[in-house]
């Protein structure tokens, strides 16, 4: 089993930035994909980036192209997600998941059915 604990979330004022943090334990996550999502209010859940075990492949969705970057220390175990030129429209419950397959296999990297362990999610929240 592997336990995700995001952090990092908050309140920032749009052009602002935040550094999530998602911390791995029971299990060593450095053969794991790992992924953050997140979810708007009346929304369902979607795809922000993920990052391969080693960390020399990365994905992002569209919108966040260019303001946000993922990273990961398998030493430590954790899994970042720096954000940078927030918008309000970035406002949503940000959840860090762990794929226990290569980056492009055991599932499809940009969905949440591919994951087998999520936490609980962080608030972040952008006002304009």
């Known amino acids: 089993q592997v336990q995700l604990v995001e952090s990092g979330g908050g309140l920032v004022q749009a052009g602002g930035s935040l550094r999530l943090s998602c911390a791995a334990s029971?299990?060593?996550?450095?053969?794991?994909?790992m992924g953050w999502f997140r979810q708007a209010p009346g929304k369902e859940r979607e795809f922000v980036a993920a990052?391969?075990?080693?960390?020399?492949?990365?994905s992002y969705t569209d919108s966040v192209k260019g303001r946000f970057t993922i990273s990961r220390d398998n030493a430590k175990n954790t899994v970042y997600l720096q954000m940078n030129h927030l918008k309000p429209e970035d406002t949503a419950v940000y959840y860090c998941?762990?794929?226990?397959?290569?980056?492009?296999?055991?599932?499809?990297?940009?969905?949440?059915?591919?994951?087998?362990?999520w936490g609980q999610g962080t608030q972040v929240t952008v006002s304009s």
């Open positions: 029971g299990r060593r996550v450095s053969s794991y994909t």
């Open positions: 998941a762990a794929k226990d397959s290569s980056f492009y296999s055991g599932g499809y990297y940009s969905s949440d059915r591919s994951y087998e362990y």
């Open positions: 990052i391969s075990t080693g960390g020399a492949i990365t």
